[in-house]
């Protein structure tokens, strides 16, 4: 589904990715972790064809990127955006509905098969009990159901997240990762999710991609990439593993 | 055509003063100016067809006013606007006062038979629509750059078929020819050459009593609160004071003459022209720098209370230059 | 019926309040029934009254071919076709314009108090009107004098420089076109300044235009104006989905389709095109552009498609409508009233952006 090979991103002389080669299929669930400035969010950009490498290619669903408009890519891979500031006073079905924006009708605007696929998003998240309500308004935990509600009324068969749970707090964390794995084992739904906080992607995701300095230095399941050596090597910590009742 | 500043108006506006002086005075590029009018009887700027023996006036008539514009009215008009005071006053002189239907506002509210008259026209601007209404067929504006009556208006009222005849004299002879183009415009062409002949009379008569005189350097003080302005070279202004028997200290065409350029001129009179209103005397003696000047040491500073009529081209234009020689050469006016 | 569908039927605001908001042809059929009857009113109103019975049998029979007998004057029929008309549509086009065009500023930047005026364009205008008015020279080309086309080219380069000046910026985009936009704007009115102190005689030539105002109104100016403004202002609605894009920020707008940087460019020539024809037909009117979209946005929330038409109508009628009272108090200039009612509005506006602008 997502395929990148070789990319180079270059930011001020100094790669920010380093001949990244990444494979992810439909249908599959992965993290990717790293400290700060390792290149999660560069990486996230590139998949979303905001960025454009120096060197390397990036396909999504078999085509390459860069031959696709902005639409094109809108209906092949959704994004869940870090909490964006509103300008003005925006329901949250304003909010939803602008999921539809790949799809409607450029000037008419959304029709009964739009507004159906946001009511089915709002319904799928679960934030109907905040309909009416400003999004100016809403708790962070909130607003970020709701984004991920207008993520899901895009009804791309990619959904990518950036950074979900910052901000969030414990009951709304687990909330969204239980939603987005939801998505994807209901749905069908790939999910690329950029994640800071290694326990939640170690819990909720099969696949974990570790960078570091803008190079992939592990790609697999979490009890493979997650060694002490490689934690300790990476983000600097020694690592202590505790678990926690049954 | 010329008038005096507005006291009220600058008084409200200190800051603005620079504005109204140049907007309401004439501005003048170069024109020629005769230190005395000999121009002969006749016709100067216009298709006249007056000076004959007809007694009715002929319409339609085409008239060339200021700005070189052939204005054609076509029928004697009966519902005349006049945009200047000093076309409400020639219109009244002209004997077609029956005929005028509004006016301009006029601080110097002459002649008192206009009093009556509704104002569509201010400072502010003019009411084109109220001259619509009122069925106007014949407006005289005031020109200038800038121009006096706003060109809007002057433009809009054209726009709805309203012959609009714009005049603004930049010389004795220019006001004169004015007085003669409203004289045909309103079907008062005789009347016209009536007032038009005995002003040259006197006009001759005043400048002939002046001929020989000292003309001493003169400095008419336009106003002198924050800048100080005075008179431009070939203006209206300029050629009063040179028939008067004076040398005029002039200035270009933004009216401003810095007091440098002044004591350096060391005008031997001193003229309080249009801020006699508000300004004395000794007023003039106690600002700083001046007391230098001839004028201030001798004691040569005059004001000149008629001043309206300095620069006002209507029929009183002569008595304009008779209070100017009252206060240069008393003596020539025995 | 699950909650996610009531949104099938509700498309207001928040909270939708009024049961208008939640049928857009109800609040467009408003907004057309207060233009039609603002049309009337200035049309009618002003130094010369005008019943509104004769106002509109002189429109049926003057426009419509409509058989009336005239029952009155001349004068009356004169005021209306030659003056009042040109003037009240100049105001229409012009308030319509001005709103749609602050609505489009506002959404591109993302800035709820952003106005037609943001970039530089009052600045570039009124320096090219100073411009103007020191070149002793009196061109007229289509009604309009050089003082109206130094407005119009100065408004545009101002915008252009803004433009590309703001490209160099750290900062996001948007906030780099907004900070270069006040810094241009300041040094055009420094400039403006100092060429007014210069222009002496030409000063209130200068002052009337920047004061803003439609007595100079003609079907001339009027024919060369709206078109522009019309075509620009179509232009901008056409595009209502990418401005919707854009109110979450850019990057969410490029993840949800929209052509960033074409599209705020269009955007960007579009809006300070209408605003520069405005401007340059008649000065500097402001707070319309500013109040027009968020009165709508109040009733209908953001979305542009309902906020860019509706804005239009509600600025249209509220500039002729200002222009009458202007008229009417004794012609004072209308950006003065304008202004009157304007300013309390954006005061009360800034007490309730209090929450927006943080997370």
Known sequence: ?246 | MAAPLHPRARRAGRLTSFVLLPLLASLAACGPSAVVPTVPPGATSSVVPAATATPAPTFPVTVTDDEGTAVEIPAEPQHIVSLTPAATETLFALGVADRVVAKVEDIAAYPPEADDLPVVATFQGVDVEQIVSLEADLVIAGGGNPSFTPISAIEQLRRVGIPVVVLYARSVEEALAGIETIGTAAGAADAAADVVGSMRADFDELAAATAGLDRPKTFYELDATSKIYTVPAGSLYAEMLELAGADPITTDDSYEISLEELVAADPEVILLGDDADYTTVDDVAARPGWGDISAVKDGNVLAIPAYVLVTRPGPRLADGLRALILALHPEALD | MSPGSAVLTARAGPAGRLGLARRPVGLAIVGLVLLAVALVAGIGGGTVAIPPGDTLAILGRRILGLDIAPTWAASAETIVMQLRLPRVLTAMVVGGGLAVAGAAFQGLLRNPLADPYVLGTASGAGFGAAIAVLIPVRALVLEFGLLHGFAFLGALAAVFVVYKLSRVGASSPMTSLLLTGYAVGSLLAAGLAMAMYLSGAGLRQIFAYLLGGFDASSWGRLAVAAPLIVLASVGILLRARSLNGMLLGEEAAAHLGVDVRRERAILLALASLATAAAVAVSGLIGFVGLVAPHVVRLVVGPNARLVLPLAALLGASLMVGADLAARLLGGIPVGVITAVIGAPFFLALLRRTRSGYEL
């Open chain 1, 1 to 246: 589904m997502i395929r990148l090979e070789g990319v180079t991103v270059l930011y001020r002389e100094r790669a920010a990715l380093h001949d990244i080669g990444l494979q992810i299929d439909a249908g599959e669930r992965v993290a990717v972790i790293g400290p700060n400035g390792a290149g999660k969010s560069t990486l996230l950009r590139v998949v979303a064809g905001l960025l454009r490498p120096a060197a390397g290619s990036v396909e999504l669903g078999g085509v390459r990127l860069d031959g696709l408009d902005r639409l094109a890519v809108a209906r092949r891979l959704a994004v869940v955006p870090q909490l964006p500031t509103l300008p003005f006073a925006t329901s949250v079905e304003e909010v939803v509905a602008l999921g539809r924006l790949p799809h409607e009708h450029p000037v008419r605007g959304m029709r009964p098969s739009d507004r159906a696929a946001v009511a089915a998003a709002i319904d799928r998240v679960g934030v109907g009990h905040l309909l009416g309500r400003d999004a100016r308004e809403l708790s962070l935990g909130e607003r970020q159901l709701v984004l991920l509600a207008m993520a899901v009324a895009q009804d791309a068969p990619v959904l990518v997240l950036d950074e979900p749970t910052v901000h969030l707090d414990l009951r709304h964390q687990v909330e969204v990762m239980e939603l987005v794995g939801d998505l994807n084992t209901r749905d069908g739904t790939t999910i690329l999710a950029v994640l800071h906080d290694i326990g939640l992607a170690a819990h909720f995701f099969p696949r974990l991609v570790l960078l570091d300095r803008g190079r992939i230095v592990a790609d697999g399941p979490p009890a493979d990439v997650l060694t002490p050596e490689r934690i300790r090597e990476v983000f600097g910590v020694d690592p202590e593993f505790v678990r926690l009742g049954a």
